[in-house]
């Protein structure tokens, strides 16, 4: 085993089998910590976000924190309830991408995809750079390494998901309800104090730069509207629970709406009732803790302790979700297919690598600055929220189920209410960032109608449709070979066929060899391949783990052993692309197959390539 296998074992654990994929799944407990821990979170910077607007108008001005505070809340009260009925239509899973495109048409479900994946590299970048601002807060001397904390804390959660669903679910699930614990307990006692009188009088003089108007208003809304990034989170991953998992997904979101109104409700009221001013290098939580519990009173650094936890883990619903949704796009072929694949625990492995990769470069670029992302944050997820929204209305008029009516109202409101709400980030943020967004949704999407035109090209390039059937005079099998060849077959396509031409015309003795992963359609395979390769043998191979080449290179030391004495040769198929840039599009297992053969010691190893 490399040193790489070695390291990769020792972080990420043992690979699972397929079977125990039901195994892996999320009781309502674990699936609030790691679903609901990016709306959770917002509470430790949504308050903050109003406040930075508000301020520059004033110490009058903050008190309209109040008043958009409500507003918010009963925005989140509408958006949880329409996604609970997305759950109840699409209890296998609906999220904006698969609700818009079955209801609204393609291209308003690709833009609903690229919102979701640009929200949800934002989610990580903002979440982790919030966590360590808590951490900076509370440990000031920290300040100057933000960016080498932000990339540590990025590879810690990517090898905790990397772990596999059920284990993140575990280790995520203390800090989660410890933050919970820790806001509710700071409100209590927050309101205790204003209620026996020991809260300041006035606000700190404080100088005007704004005028209060409708516009301004509206921005301090838009800011705080990061309150309701994450709901959509649950939505996305019903199959995550347990069985029944629809019903569990529903009464989970319920709850997270729930905790999350409140805990946002009541750190905006008692921000305004301890005349709490925005400071730079110190949360709004922060200021709360020092000023309700003292200076250095130990319950303090155990709220910043679980807000930085809490702040890292509202990454995790990204991590949970976007290769998830990373699959759907895969699957339908507007990604690269290897992010449909299942890694060694059973989570889509690849898709926690590439969200990795972008969230540290935007940390980088960013510096760790949440107040520097913040306008780029929300544009995303309210695009999918709207989409999502009028694909359920359109569902429920073309279903007309039971109550549904009541069920298309609901969805209605949520879509008009996100549209409006959706129109005042994109006018108020604009300037300050948010074209960023607006402009790289039509380029993300462009880009995964390119990538489905490749493999469109690809299929019609290499299929067999029209291929005449073959008949092949049955091969007399030699006493002893001298010669015997494997070939590798991933699927039976033009670039099969000339590579088992190749091997009857060097071998006499061939066998073709396919490894099921859990995905192969074997009847419609043996069918087609006894139409036109009767005469070679097929042997199909199970791959409990999901392992191409570790299977695929047992089969070849057993066929050598079967053979002493004389060279087997492995023949492997392999379509060339017009362009080198394509080859990243599709799986590149002959590389990785000749390089595993290699470390084997196979003598003879022969690439037939097929030009597209």
Known sequence: ?????????????????????????????????????????????????????????????????????????????????????????????????????????LIPGLVAGASLMIDYILTVTVSVSAGTAALTSAIPQLRSFTVELCLI??????VANLRGVRESGRLFMIPTYAFIFSIFILIGIGFYQQFTGHVPANYPSIPTKESVSLFFILNAFSRGCTALTGVEAISDGVLAFKR??????????????????IMFLGITLLANAYRIVPQEGETVVSLLGRQILGEHHPFYYFIQVATLLILLLAA???????????YFLARDGFLPRQLALLGDRLVYSNGIY???????????????????????????????????????VRHWFQERTSGWRASALMNGIGAIATTVVLAVIVTTKFLEGAWLVVVAIPLVVNLFLAIRRHYKYVAERLSIQGVAPRSYIPRPKAEIATHPAVVVVGQL???TIQALDYARSIADEIV?????????????????????????????????????????????????????????TVIIPSFVTANWWEGILHNQTAIFLKAALRAHKSRVVTTVRYYL
């Open 1 to 105: 085993m490399s040193f790489f296998s070695q390291l990769k074992r020792f972080l990420v654990g043992e690979s699972l089998p397929t079977s125990a994929h039901d195994e892996e799944r999320l009781s309502k407990a674990a699936a609030l910590a790691v679903l609901s821990s990016d709306a959770l979170s917002s509470v430790a910077y949504a308050t903050e976000e109003i406040l930075l607007v508000l301020v520059t108008a004033g110490s009058a001005a903050l008190a309209w924190s109040l008043p958009i505070a409500v507003a918010i809340v009963l925005l989140l009260g509408i958006v949880v309830l329409s996604y609970r009925q997305t759950i109840r239509a699409y209890p296998k899973g609906g999220g904006s991408y698969i609700v818009a495109r079955e209801n609204l048409g």
């Open 153 to 158: 804390f990025i590879f810690l959660i990517m």
């Open 244 to 261: 029944p998992e629809w019903k569990n997904a529903r009464l989970t979101l319920l709850y997270m709406g729930e905790i999350l109104g």
């Open 316 to 326: 995790n619903t990204s991590f949970a979700d976007f290769p998830r949704l990373c």
């Open 354 to 392: 590439i969200l990795s990769l972008f969230a540290a470069i935007l940390i980088v670029i960013f510096k760790g600055q949440v107040n520097a992302i913040i306008p780029l944050y929300a544009v995303g997820v309210f695009t999918s929220f709207t989409l999502s929204q009028a694909g359920m």
């Open 493 to 495: 396509n033009r670039g």
């Open 512 to 568: 073709a060899v396919h490894v099921d992963i859990g995905t192969t359609d074997r009847e419609k395979l043996q069918r087609r391949w006894q139409q036109l390769e009767a005469d070679i043998p097929l042997v199909i191979l199970d791959s409990p783990y999901r392992s191409v080449i570790r299977t695929l290179v047992d089969f070849v030391s057993a066929f050598e052993d079967k053979h002493p004495g004389v060279l087997s």
